[in-house]
Structure formats: structure tokens, C-alpha cells
């Protein structure tokens, strides 16, 4: 398969992000007084109808733009492609935060080669997270870096230059499950001691462009998928973030995690840690 050029993965990082500040505007100026809500995997696990609408007006620009590439949404609506590449998209990750009017929420879109439906068999290519209520627009292409955008114009961003663990900001989140929640719950225990504080803010994506920008140091959740990383994982590793999962496996829905290099190691072992005695 011949993957697109550094010029195209640029002209694919414009239409991510173009698309994702679409659907952003979408779901903060289209939001109804009255937002029908229903559950999937479990009740506290919520779609509304606009992270549908959102993902529907994502598929039919990307399609219209992009008709040979397949589609893998959070929600219904996905296709299948010809070209190797996929989009992976979350509309809203933070459906919970956008639910209650809390902030962050993000718009998710990402291209990637390979199986995103398998973790380890999918590499993103170019992506934009777009954060409405803080009017944030982050992008990024392979080997090309990752920047900013918002009110005031463009910069590039770098994650944080953190060194000792102890010292470190860190964000994580809780899955729907209680089951889950439990492991998760014991492995927090073991870590909160052991860094500066720990933040939930509610968005995967968020928190992973917030890695990139210094704003937080290190991030690690279990229970995510492609959708909610793909493009928030390539802004992060193009901001000079470490990637890692539990031990030597791939980052996956055991445990995901992206660091500042000078704390990565240690952060990494923590983690190994609190997980396998969680
Ligand atoms: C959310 C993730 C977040 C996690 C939440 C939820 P969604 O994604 O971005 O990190 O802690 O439980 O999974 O469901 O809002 O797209």
C-alpha cells in the first residue's frame, strides 16, 4: 500500500482538523434544550443524540472528501474502505462532562493505518483534537510535530520538561464498569502517594493533548479504545511524550499511558506496579 507523503499526511492533519472544528461547533451551537440521552453498555455509559449527529456529519465529510478510506466511529455509523486507511473517531469524548455542562469535551478524529479495532495493529498517520469549551485546536502528522491553535494564533508544542516523579502531574480515568473500576481504584491508591497530584478530567483526548502541551506530565487509564487515543496518541508522541503500556505489552485496554520523557521510566514502573498488585 502506498502511504500518503509527509505533503498528503499534512493535507489529512488540514481535513481532520477542519472536519473536527465542523462537528465542534456542531454539538455546542446545535445542542437542544432538551438532549435525548440513551445507554449502551451499561446506564452510566451514554450516547446523545449529538455525539450521533456529530459522528454522522464527520462521516459524511470525510466520506465526501475521502470516499476509498473506511470509517470506525464510537458510535453507529462506521464503513468499511479500499486504501488501507481508516478514521477513527470519537465526536465527543467527554460525553458525560457534555452531558452535565462540565468542561472538557473534545472532538477526536485521527487516520491511521492498519486494524484500529486491534490494539498494536494500528499506527496514526495524522489527527486534531478539538476542546470547544476552552476553544483549543490540537494537530499533529507523522514525523511532522504537533501543534496548537486558538484564539490568538498557532504554536508548536512541546510535552513538559518533568524529571522527577514524585513531582509530576498526573491524569488518569475510571471506566464504566464496576468491575474495572475496582482494579483501577486500588492501582490509584498505590499511585496517588507517589506523584504530585492526580487530575480526571473526563476526556481521554484532552488529557493526552495536555501531555503535549506541558499542561499535564503523564496520563495512564485502562478501559479505552482507539477512538478515544488515536489522534490525542500522535499529537502527544509528536510533542516528544513517551507511549507505554503495562510492561512490555503494547499500549492497550489493560493499561495505556503517555508520559514526558524525563519521567517515563519511573512513571512506567509505577504503574507496573500498582497494576499487577491491584
Ligand atoms: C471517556 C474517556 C475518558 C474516560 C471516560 C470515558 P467517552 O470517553 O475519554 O478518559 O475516563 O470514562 O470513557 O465515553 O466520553 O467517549
Request: glycine share 10%; hydrophobic share 45%; aromatic share 6%.
Given at each position: ?54 459522528q ?17 466511529g464510537e458510535e453507529?455509523?462506521g ?10 473517531l ?189
Amino acid at each position: 500500500m502506498n502511504l500518503p507523503d509527509p505533503l498528503d499526511r499534512h493535507a489529512l492533519a488540514e481535513l481532520a482538523r477542519d472536519v473536527a472544528e465542523q462537528a465542534g461547533r456542531l454539538i455546542v451551537q446545535g445542542r437542544p434544550d432538551r438532549l435525548e440521552v440513551s445507554s449502551k453498555s451499561s446506564r452510566r455509559d451514554i450516547v446523545t443524540e449529538m455525539d450521533q449527529r456529530a459522528q454522522d456529519a464527520l462521516c459524511e465529510a470525510l466520506a465526501a472528501a475521502r470516499p476509498d478510506d473506511a470509517i470506525l466511529g464510537e458510535e453507529q455509523g462506521g464503513r468499511p474502505g479500499t486504501s488501507g486507511l481508516t478514521w477513527v473517531l470519537d465526536p465527543i469524548d467527554g460525553t458525560v462532562n457534555y452531558l452535565y455542562g462540565l468542561s472538557p469535551f473534545s472532538v477526536s478524529v485521527a487516520v491511521v493505518e492498519g486494524d484500529p479495532t486491534t490494539w498494536g495493529r494500528w499506527s496514526p498517520l495524522a489527527g486534531a483534537v478539538v476542546i470547544p469549551p476552552v476553544g483549543l485546536t490540537y494537530l499533529a502528522t507523522l514525523g511532522g510535530g504537533a501543534m496548537v491553535q486558538d484564539a490568538h494564533g498557532a504554536r508548536e508544542v512541546r510535552a513538559s520538561s518533568a524529571a522527577e516523579l514524585s513531582m509530576a502531574l498526573v491524569a488518569t480515568g475510571f471506566a464504566y464498569g464496576a468491575e474495572l473500576r475496582c482494579v483501577q481504584t486500588r492501582a490509584f491508591v498505590e499511585i496517588i502517594p507517589k506523584v504530585r497530584d492526580i487530575r480526571r478530567t473526563g476526556s481521554a483526548a484532552a488529557d493526552l493533548c495536555w501531555v503535549a502541551d506541558g499542561r499535564l506530565d503523564g496520563y495512564f487509564e485502562a478501559g479505552l479504545h482507539a477512538w478515544d487515543v488515536a489522534a490525542g496518541q500522535l499529537i502527544a508522541t509528536e510533542a516528544g511524550a513517551v507511549l507505554h503500556g503495562l510492561g512490555d505489552e503494547v499500549p492497550n485496554g489493560d493499561l495505556y499511558a503517555m508520559s514526558a520523557p524525563g519521567i517515563s521510566a519511573d512513571f512506567a514502573a509505577l504503574l507496573r506496579s500498582a497494576h499487577r498488585s491491584s
